[in-house]
């Protein structure tokens, strides 16, 4: 765990794994509450590595025994600013509203209830402790889930069922999510980020241009139509970019030759 009684420890922190880049939330000691200071550091390396092309995927984890326990209440009360300093379209620990081309890998150590589901939401895949709950349990406290979780929840599980954990702020456990499909797995306690990596390492082995037009795809059309002309012009769009790329000659190629792929990313 990080000594967060050093006041300069940095309020995230970033290590590359190959192609995965590691981002850790780190005010153990304040359970990776969202302030400023966080949203600002998390938003600057998610920029960081979508400006690395060596870097596939992105996991999110928290650093001690919790994920995130949403925003600092303390820096709220004290009408502090949570945004990302001079981002405050990054949105919610300069996270949730951050589009990455590439795909982002929630690690969910520990607590995650309220802004910590809502990163989890914002997350193009999560892996989740076996002891960690989710939920939103903001309108027990007055308030509602205004970091994207009234608008996510709804599209990633049954509506009827995102109704009732919105409204009732009752928490759900690991494997009822992994039940709804808000989560792709169940990681024993203690391994979440190691079943992420795993995770991860699965998509970094495949082609980069690929998996972020497919991403991007999946988003773009995921409220469509798939009889909307638009639709289908996006994905003609999608296809000339990968498919005139030197990668998906170097696919088939690697497959005749019986070897593996070298990817360029281009």
Known sequence: ?????????PAAL?????????????????????NAALATAVGTLLDQAENDNDVRVVVITGAGRAFCAGADLKALAAGEN????????????????????????AAVNGFALGGGTELVLAS??????????????????????????????????PRKIALELALTGEPITAVEGLKLGLV??????GTALELALELAEQIA???????????SMIHRTANDSDWEPAV???????????????????????????RQPVWQGR
């Open 1 to 9: 765990m990080a000594d967060q009684s050093n006041t300069s420890a």
């Open 14 to 34: 970033y290590e590359r794994r190959g192609g995965i880049a590691i981002i850790s939330l780190n005010r153990p000691l304040a359970l990776n509450a969202v």
């Open 82 to 105: 949570t945004d990302a300093d001079g981002h405050p379209d990054w949105g919610f620990a300069g996270y949730v509203q951050h589009w990455l081309s590439k795909p982002t890998i």
């Open 124 to 157: 193009d895949l999560a892996v989740v402790d076996e002891h960690a709950q989710l939920g939103l349990p903001e309108v027990k406290r007055g308030l509602f889930a205004a970091a994207g979780g009234v608008i996510r929840l709804q599209q990633q599980i």
């Open 184 to 189: 792709n797995r169940v990681a024993p306690a």
């Open 205 to 215: 082995a495949n082609a980069p241009l690929s998996v972020r037009e497919s991403k």
């Open 232 to 258: 289908w012009e996006a994905n003609t769009a999608a296809m000339k970019v990968v498919f005139t790329s030197d990668d998906a000659k170097e696919g088939p190629t690697a497959f005749a030759e019986k």
